[in-house]
């Protein structure tokens, strides 16, 4: 769980020294596996933090033992999914994330996995599909700054300019210091997707 602190904390937020948390992170995670190895706790972190440092087919397979190791978690099938939308494979994520929402519909994690559901059909261009989950996640419990933002891009690329511009006062109502730039460099998706996330923002 201290590895996960970190990386969430080089996710949502912009630290100067993210590489620095997200290496930290990593270390955490490998001793939990050395501590438990059959605990798909440990496996799952690395999984995520492997991913943000870009090693995708390594983040990959630990998730996928992880998810061996225990099929009924649901959190690290969600993780999963994300792995796989980092890793630019967006459509194979959409089955291990609803699989996710299946195993723990009221999951104290359902605003990110609606949010990351909702993501993975704007990387996949699919932005009818993309509005609804985004409109979910934005009514769960807890909705986070990329929750907004997925929805205000999302309303953007579908012509919905009035509709984007009362969605991006949400997001800075939410965090109101937040520019773009944020998801220029953001972990959530493939560069290429933040970009175009960003893009759709400014």
Request: proline share 5%; net charge neutral.
């Amino acid at each position: 769980m201290a590895a996960g602190a970190r990386w969430r904390y080089a996710i949502h937020f912009e630290p100067d020294n993210r590489d620095d948390l997200l290496n930290e992170a990593l270390k955490k995670a490998y001793k939990a596996i050395t501590l438990d190895p059959r605990d798909p706790t440990g496996l799952s972190h690395a999984g995520e933090v492997l991913s943000m440092l870009g090693q995708h087919d390594m983040a990959v397979s630990k998730l996928e033992e992880a998810v061996n190791l225990n099929p009924a978690d649901a959190v690290v099938r969600y993780f999963l999914g994300g792995v796989l939308r980092r890793a630019g494979r967006s459509e194979e994520a959409i089955p291990h994330m609803d699989h996710a929402m299946r195993l723990s519909p009221h999951d104290i994690w359902i605003t990110g996995m609606l949010t990351d559901r909702a993501f993975v059909l704007f990387d996949l261009e699919r932005y009818e599909e993309a509005l609804g989950w985004a409109q979910r996640a934005r009514l769960s419990p807890h909705p986070r700054t990329m929750t907004f933002a997925v929805h205000a891009a999302t309303l953007w690329k579908l012509g919905q300019h009035e509709e984007a511009r009362a969605a991006v006062k949400d997001l800075l109502q939410h965090s109101p210091q937040l520019t773009f730039t944020k998801y220029l460099n953001n972990l959530f998706g493939t560069p290429l997707t933040t970009e175009r996330l960003a893009s759709a923002l400014h």
